[in-house]
């Protein structure tokens, strides 16, 4: 089953540098959407259903439809879509800084001796999932579901346009 | 040499005990004693094993799959044909007119010749179109359509992948669908496509909220999101005639209506097809498709529509339950099928009763009034499961409470409603 | 003589339904209260129809004690739980009760009857009829309780309906003012009276008169509370007496607590009448004469300062002389016989402390009707005058008002004593004996015997200037008689003012028998202590001829002519038509006493103890602007130095915010890598 | 039994109407005081409720409600009921809506008015209800809050003035209660009412405190007397008294006198009694000259007062002063050879009812009073008035009951009390009973003078054209007279509430 | 060198977290560098779930159980962040993040 790992990883991986490559954001959104189902064939590889699933639904279902709407409407024609190049001192800092940030977390990874997996793969039902949420987790579940709230009027508030054409009523 | 002869000849013997036992268990699923189930009952999977039976087991898992994947592609596409053909006839019929009656024996044949007309038709790309995503919009669109199959228990065994977070998946696969209409609308490269885009996804997004908060309730209730285990749970009569459908009860009712009418604006039908009709932007997305492109959103749309009317079947209406005792000795899919063409039936009624609604009534109804109505029945529901170890005259407050808590906001918010029918006052006209 | 009761024999009240009798004037009272203005006959007729049937219960029950006259029928039952044990209360029937209450429901039916004539003017007389139901049900009640608590709250809700009735005209000032005089001098005699119940209920745990053999006024309490001593060398229950005969002086007008009671002829006459003449004055003894085991326990001691009944005695023979010295010289016909009444309750009293708590009684009964009959005989004078109350104004009132002249006649004879024929002859000799009789000193039996002279005259100086001579006013000339239902029971009064005297002629004392609990009734000779009887006669003959001689003879002529006797004697006459200054006594001394307490305490209050807060509130105040001083001068310049620099510091640092997320970003990757490297490093030792 | 947190919806049911009133932007004055009027009912409601379950045969306290709070302080979220509480959460339960019953045609922001009157109600629940000193001394504090904005803000011309003294006194007196406190848990470890109390019955208090220096036990005792003494208030803390119940809007006297005064004679009976007996057994002596100075002077400074209010402010203080002469005469007594339960056990239920009785009267005749001020324009002078009953003779009527049940008339609820105190008083200090009698003398005499300038005599002054009673004001007034009437009668009402725990505090008097 | 499937996860998701940090690192353009940050927080999200796959005790569901309130909290701050985006586009007519600088000190 590595070997399904590699492939999957090697594909979320790429489209992920891909798409923060590209000029076009659009199509960088679109290849997002590539490796966040990547991500998600991963968890569902890693025994994690639910978790896959969910992903799928917010990452591609919402996540990126807003992305899609957040490019369209800060573009002023539809030229704007692709964008001007970089300067290329930032690129060069960004490059190292990543690398070293990379070269760091391979050392610490390959330098540390991690337990022996279990022999077989754990089972997650959603049941226990549930049972788990509503009761351990009951206070963070409601956190959550405050803090989805709050930030789904602060996004309103914060993308709305004053309304100064009351006048326009006519209609 | 002797050696090879034997090594040959456990080899051989190993795989005919290997035949031997694969027939004993043939025989074993055959005989009719191992359960109550009928021979016609079992056929499918009988069938499918006797096809797979023999292979390694990795291998036999896939070979499973792929039948099924056939299997569903082969029945849907022919029940998209004949139901691009039934709408046809059956929108005549209500129209006073006779429908399509020329090809083939009762226009029997309408649908091939449509297919082989889309297939030879010139697909056209605009200069300036995107033309990787002006392509990849309807094979993602098809593809993630068909997606939502593959767990829907279509008989007692008959269930392409036992999942069990099997809704969420379902949903999760729906709400992709969204990206490929979007594609199409970006990658025309007209402004009318992308503004019907937009428009179809906001109505997309809009209708998603109340079709995954109606079906909630049956999680609650059943207390699992594995298709199966959901149709399980309905499975039985009280007084050994009615059935435990969720339809039954009063949130089930009310869930399964606020389903059906999300599950009519997410697959664009009339009255909610603003984002594919001819006279609003023409056509929108579908503006610059043409020959087989357009004929795969056309069957992407109906594999939609089969989709969530198979799921409306399984959550609400008792999947491939039969309704009455005595009926059980009919196969379970043939139930399941009776109750979705049935659903479809619905689809093609309503499209042809209902006029098609503004934009602003559109979104009003989801948001105004589908969605608080959902969750309220969310609260019903969430009564009817402390109250289930009610009895006697409780059971009928029960109901009542029950009932009232359906009813009321119904009628309510349904008068808030009416009232935005009234001609709206454009802000930015 | 026959058994009065022979054919009452058939009726019985059982004691338990004895709260019937004050129940029936409460229940009209009630309707009354809540009939309008304009429901005045309803208001009227259920109030006379309540007494009425009190009066036939009354019957009853003084049947079924004469039954039994020695017994003290009991009912008692429990108020309410104080934690250790209920707190009781009870009816009593006893032949005392059983009299006091027919007594009291008869002169009370007849006076309604007067009322409806009376009143018929008056805009509330429906209010009217439900104070009289309230007064008369609170009187019942004090007659039938067997418990002093009981007999307290009936007593006070008696001063109620006295306080309510005086000033029923309110709208006058005078009678404003009576009325809340004569709560508050009653309350002050009922501070005492709560004191000894007080004490009474400390010494003994319980009010009940008679329970059984652990009543209060039985002998198992009695000879604990004459064991013990108090202040003074005084028999607790000497004390206990005393405090009690505080209620009771408070309430029968006694010196010095007399004040009230003539001021209290602000109200109607028929309140007059029943109130402050008949019954609720006489209520102070019927106290002592319920609680005179009590009262007499100290008797047997031979080594204590003093008796309470010597005590009783005394005041009695004071406030009987005293009252009817000054009705000499009074000019308000209602006055005249208010004075009256406080001069005949001393008599009562004086009845009491000699001894003969039976003859105070007698009195009491006697007194109650003839003077009922001489306040409504007034009242009908002033009906038929117009409300002019002045003797020197009325006159020649006889020609027109014959009825009522004939009965105040039999009145005023019965309250001189005039012999054989009329009641009070009877139980004033009955009093005069038993002072004579006393072995404790004379002087109350010569003040008793100088206030009959003083009684004799006048009640003929009244008659004389009331219904003799020429009317001397306008009111008096256009004066004629009164409607039937005052003069009738003008009449009934009469009758009974005449026969009553003999249930108790000493020739056949069956009153007193009765009172006393004996079934045989020893007569004696009419004649027997005639010596006394005939000094009374002469008594009576010598203020009669008097009044005869000074007023009759020479009938006033104008109404401001001067009276013979203020022609004579001046300043007497002065004083004693100023009442003797009782009432400028206590504004003097009561009155400024508390005024100047009341001006100590607010004083106190606005200037020490405020003024204490004030002060503290200043310092309070003054070490605020001073921590402020040092704040803003000392401690805040330090601050400000301070805070300048760190805001110079914090200007060089903000050059570091560039405002370039980027370089935030940037920061934060390699402070990350140099942390790990960090770790890593001494991680790896 | 049900499981409900009765005691705590008791508590919290006014504040969640105050939170409801405060988020009612745009409610109409009508709704407004609908809804302040229903939730202030709700104590009564729930009181009555209480009442059902409750067994009179306990002394300890019911419907408890237990909760570990903040650990490190070892104090507890603890609330308990026994008779005396469950008789002053009715008492709240029937003056409350009394008060906000007058306080109707409050026409300045009646939103805020019932917020913030709920408010108080909900503190003063809390005060009767609260078990562990900590909360208790959250409610007692917090209601001055309401308190003080309802006189400012409603009050007289001298409101703000009165209002101030009335808050910094008060707030002066609970801070040395409040160090005292502080002492006590310092020397014990626990706030807890109940456990306090078993350890002050055994003397553990004292010694504790004395192990801390010397003069500690006097001086905590001191502290607490002091905080007590004032919210009462004990002669001569009361000069606040007299101007903050004047000036008050009608309504707000009617709930400081009928509930709030209660509070501090509850303290008393709840905490000092039960928590240093022997130290107030050995003040008791200097402490009953103080309650008879109350008593008499209290009196006699009515009779002095010329603005009604003020006047029947110091009779508040001379009833209240009853109640504590009692409980001092107890604690004198303790331990005394001759004197008996039966007195000690008088003085107590006479304390407590009272309480309750005074409640009733003092908060009718402040209601009598509002409607006089409200006819005569704001005047409320004892002179301004003249035959007022000719021109109202059923607010005369409903004035005067009040009025006789002030005065101690029997028949009427103010004589159980006062008869069952004299009875204790009496029995414990004769000497007290009879000096006090002064009291009850001057209470006619200026009650009297009250009555007879105000309602008799010509019609004249402020009475001219005087109204009589509208349906409101009788709806206001009369279930409050038919309790006193009722009480009068029947008084086992609420004796039968408490005997036994006054019993059981009676059998306290041996004490080391 | 041996590298057990944990490792390789590990490895895995770093990369992602340097490609995600690049990302926003190198880009000028908001969305993208919004878009930089959700690919750090899946790489985050990767590791609770490897090492809740194959760490010691996958019998307790906390690393799904975390993933999942990470999900939600990463959607809330996608939609907060694109409307702050979509606010700084009207103030200054476009959304370079080195133009939005105007709080700097």
Known sequence: MIFVLTIIAFLTLATAAVALALRNLIHSALLLTVSWSGIAAFYLWAGAEFVAFAQILIYVGAISMVVLFAVLLTRRSRDDFAIAPESVGRAVSALIAGGAVLGVLFGAVVSTRLPDPPTSAPVVTVRRLGLQLMSPHAAALLVVGALLTVALLGAVVLAATARRDATEDAG | ????????????????????????????????????????????????????????????????????????????????????????????????????????????????????KALTKEDIVPANADRVLHFLAPVALVALSLLGFAVIPFGRQLVPIELNAAVLYFFAAGAATELAVFMAGWASHNKYSLLAAMRALAQLISYELPLLLSFVPVVMLAGTLSTTEIVAAQGGWKWGFIPHWYVLTPWGFAGFAIFMVAALAESNRSPFDLPEAESELIAGHLTEYSGFKYALFFMAEYFGMCALSGMAVTLFLGGWQAPLPFLEFIPSYAWFAAKLLALLLGFIWIRATFP?????????????????????????????????DWAGPLQLARWGVAAVLVVGPFVIMGRTLSAGVAPRKYRYA | MLELGAFLRLMTLPVHLLWLIAALPLLAAGIGALTPRRGRALAAGVAIAAMALSFLLSCAALATALAQPAAHLVHNFAWFDLGLGPLRLGWLLDPLTAFMCVMVTLVGLLIFVFSVGYMHADANSTRFFCFMS?????????????????????WELVGLASYLLIGFWFHK????????????TTRIGDLGLLLGMLWLYDSTGTLLFFDAGNGVLEAGALGALTAQTTIGGLAVSTAIGLLVFCGAIGKSGQFPLHVWLPDAMEGPTPVSALIHAATMVAAGVFLVARVYPLMAADQALAHVPIHALTVVAFIGAITALMGAMIAVAQNDIK??????????????????????????????????????LLFLGAGSVIHAAHHEQDIRRLGGLRGPMRTTFATFAIGMMALSGVPFLFSGFWSKEAILHAAHAWNGSSLPLFAGLAAVVLTAFYMTRLVAEVFFGAPRSEAAGHAHESPPTMTIPLIGLAVGAVLLGFLGTPAYPWLQARLLGETEVHGHSLLEGGGLMMLSIVLVALGIGAGWAIYWRRLRATATALDPLERATPRTFAALAARLGFDELYAATVGRLSNATAALADALDRHVWDGAIRFLARLGEFTGVVSRETDEDMLNGGFDAGSESLRGTGKLYSRAQTGETHGYLRVIAIGFVLLVLIVMMGGGQ | MTSLPLLSLIVFTPWAGAALLASLRRASPIIVRTV???????????????????????????????????????????????????????LTGIVTPTALLASWRVRRSPRLFGALFLFLQGAALGVFLALDFFHWFLFWELSLVPAFFLIKLWGGAGASRAAYQFVIYTIGGSAFMLLGFAALYVATGTLDFIQLAQLGADGTIGQKLAALGGWWPTAVFLGVLLGLAVKVPLFPFHTWLPPAYAEAPTGTSMFLTGVMSKMGVYGFLRILWPLFPASLHAAAPALLWLALGGVVLGAFAAMRQIDLKRMIAYSSINHLSYCLLALFAVSAATGRAGATNEAATAALSGTILHIFNHGLSAAALFCCVGVLESRAGGRRGLNDFGGVRTAAPIFAGLCGISMFSSLGLPGLNGFVGEFLIFRGVFGLTPWAAAVACLGLLATALFLMTFWQRVFHGPTGGAATGFKDLSALEIATLAPTIALIFVLGVWPQLIAGLINPLVTAWAGHLALP | MNLSPLHLCLLFSSALFCIGLIGALCRSNTILVLLGVELMLNAANLNFIA????????????????????????AAEAAVGLALVISIYRHQQNIRLQEANRLKG
Request: hydrophobic share 60%.
């Open chain 2, 1 to 116: 040499m002797l050696q090879m002869t034997l090594a040959l000849s456990a080899s051989a013997c190993r795989s005919l005990l290997a035949g031997a036992s694969y027939l004993v268990e043939l025989a074993k699923a055959w005989r009719p004693a191992a359960s109550s189930d009928s021979l016609l009952e079992r056929a499918p999977v009988m069938l499918r094993d006797a096809v797979t039976g023999f292979l390694p087991e990795p291998w036999r898992w896939f070979a499973n799959s792929l039948i099924a994947i056939v299997a569903i592609l082969a029945v849907f596409g022919l029940l998209f044909a004949y139901l691009t053909l039934a709408e046809r006839k059956i929108l005549g019929r209500i129209q006073n007119r006779p429908g399509p009656n020329r090809t083939g024996w009762f226009g029997l044949l309408q649908p091939f010749a449509d297919g082989v």
């Open chain 2, 356 to 388: 098609r609604l503004r934009m602003d009534q559109l979104t009003r109804l989801a948001w105004k009034f589908l969605v608080p109505l959902a969750l309220i029945n969310l609260g019903t529901a969430a009564f009817w499961s402390l109250t289930h």
């Open chain 3, 134 to 154: 309230v007064f008369a049900a609170a009187m019942l009640g004090v007659l039938i309780a067997n418990s002093l608590l009981l007999l307290f709250v009936c």
């Open chain 3, 173 to 184: 000032p005078a009678a404003a003012a009576a009325a809340k005089k004569a709560f508050i």
């Open chain 3, 335 to 372: 006055r005249v016989l208010a004075f009256s009444t406080v001069s005949q309750l001393g008599y009562m009293m004086l009845a009491l402390g000699v001894g003969s708590w039976v003859a105070a009684i007698f009195h009491l009964l006697t007194h109650a009707f003839f003077k009922a």
């Open chain 4, 36 to 90: 302040s009027l229903v939730f202030s009912l709700s104590t009564l409601a729930l009181g009555l409720v209480v009442l059902a379950g409750f067994d009179a045969a306990r002394t300890s306290p019911q419907f408890v409600e237990q909760q570990a709070w903040i650990s490190t302080l070892n104090v507890h979220y603890h609330l308990g009921l026994d008779g005396l509480s469950l008789v002053l959460v009715l």
């Open chain 5, 51 to 74: 090492f809740w796959r194959f760490g010691p005790a996958p019998s307790a569901e906390t690393g799904v159980i975390f993933v999942l309130f990470s999900i939600a909290v990463a």
